[in-house]
């Protein structure tokens, strides 16, 4: 069995918003009222509580204090669970202690079986603007309506959790147990192989000659991120304009966000549809982030390779088709024909050029074939790569640097 999470997003009225805020509100201070008790508990009897302790406890709570009550019980007995698991978490050495809860970071309820009701699925719009509408009632929240934008098992629900993003979004996510077997059945035999190489200048160069410009979205935005972030720190910390700035710079931030989610997802589609096999390079993103000046450092968040690399992966298996990870070590710096190292290639070399067999290509290019060949796969024609062009990809748009004109991200190009 495996655990498969669809995320719809919600719309509701200003009421329930707010109930909503309330609610979260309300579960932090149940969090942290947990959290006193275990610590009092810890030092009186030097002993920590079970799960099923902390659950009652979060039962007991809500019956003796009129504010939980506000919460639904299983909603209660959730948040009981969710500090039990950050705790387990401290205790095996995975986490940091935890602490005491801001309420501007207290985002999430999870409703584990009931409390909510799935009702009113429906088809509006017309032609392109065709969608499915849902209605979905939380118990002591109320009504949200969820744009169901994919098919889902409804039936097959085991938990329903609702998050308020810190850009005021909502979202609902619908977690179903899954059987393994569900996911896309191989095809047979693995026709064709495509490698990947990813960098900075391009994010992806792939091993047939395509390659996908970075787009930068974080670079881009950069300007006014910091000048939210400088309003922000001028302000008093929870006031509300503090809050309303919060707001602002986490729009920003989600934009940027999506945009990256978008644009990975869409490549991933697009060769996991050509391809039966992936291969890619088993990159230790931390080390190389550790290494190189501030603004590398910079660009290599803002290409959120393990990200990439996650999406890519997840697109193949979907399909049933093969993820290959190969060896990085070297994989720039080796010549595709020979085998040879050329020890001289720098970061800023944008043609590798062998010292040994004199073969010259494209440094990312030939990355993404000396991938290829690790992984047991050689292209047909040696080693002269067709290169041509593919429609852009439709992405979301993005905001130019500096300015608020939005425009068209950049796709694949001739090479
Ligand atoms: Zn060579």
Known sequence: MRVRAYRFRAYCSNTTARVLKTQLEVACKLYNALLHAEQEEYEKNKRTMSKNELRQLALDLRKRNTEFQALHSQVAQQVAERFYQARERFLEGLA?????????????????QSGWKLSDVREVGLGKNKKRRARLYLSKIGFFTLVIHRVFPESQVSQVCVKLYPSGRIHVIFLVEEEAETLGQSSGELKNAVGVDLGITRLATLSDGRYLENPKPLERSLE???????????????????????????????????????????LGALLAGEYDVLVLEDLDVQGLIQSGTKKRRLRLHDSSFSELRAVLEWEFRKRGKLVLPVPSYNSSRECFLCGGINQSLTLEDRVFLCPHCGFALDRD???????????GWVPPSVPAVELHPIPPLPTLGLRRQGGAVRQEAPAFRRG
């Not at 503090?242 to 989610?261: G, P, S, V």
């Not at 990355?367 to 290829?372: H, I, N, R, W």
């Open 365 to 375: 290019l030939n990355a993404s074939l000396v991938l290829l060949k690790r992984a």
């Open 224 to 266: 006014r991120i910091r000048m939210l972030q400088r309003s922000l720190s001028r302000k008093r910390f929870l006031s509300n304009n503090w809050l309303k700035t919060k707001t602002r710079l986490a729009k920003e931030h989600e934009h940027i966000k999506d945009f990256r989610r978008d644009l990975f997802f869409k």
């Open 96 to 112: 940091n202690k935890p602490k005491k809860k801001k309420p501007h970071r207290y985002l999430s309820l999870v409703y584990p």
